[in-house]
């Protein structure tokens, strides 16, 4: 994807188009690279776009949201031996980490921030664990139980 015109991507990558501000050219597929693909490519082939914006939004974060809801739609399951109408099993104390998975063999984690960051993770029933994810990094956190 590139915005505004499509570059040529060989140095020192001119562009080919009059600059369009607000336009969103995608290149879904392009074959001019020094590979040894062919330089045409055959069938039908499905590409979803989403588009977003919100004023003030970091970007990693919208995209992540963005993104979360297309390739990884909310599940939800039917928990019949809780009395409680909602619940938390996990949390983090870090706005630039997010709780991708949570599973028998742990918590996932992963960090949309540029730079290391350290993060608490609470389960109610575990242990407090204290995390220190690499720039824009994954973590499983496995804890005993208290």
């Known amino acids: 994807m590139q915005l505004g015109t499509i570059h040529m991507p060989y140095a020192p990558f001119p562009p080919t188009l009059d600059q369009e501000d ?3 050219y995608s290149w879904a597929l392009n074959n001019i690279w020094d590979t040894n693909f062919p330089a ?32 990884e739609p909310f599940v939800g ?6 009395p409680a ?17 949570l599973g028998w063999d742990g918590v996932r984690l992963q960090s949309l921030a540029a730079e290391p960051v350290e993060v608490r993770v609470s389960r109610p029933g575990h242990e407090t664990a204290e995390v220190t994810l690499p720039a824009c990094g994954v973590a499983v956190v496995r804890g005993t139980r208290q």
């Open 85 to 101: 109408s909602e619940e938390t099993y996990v949390s983090v104390d870090h706005p630039d980490v997010l709780v991708t998975s």
């Open 40 to 71: 045409q490519q055959q069938g039908e082939t499905t590409f979803r776009y989403a588009v977003t914006s919100e004023p003030g939004a970091l970007p990693r974060r919208l995209g992540a949201a963005v993104a979360s809801g297309l390739t």
């Open 22 to 24: 607000g336009t969103v």
């Open 77 to 82: 399951a039917l928990i019949t031996d809780s």
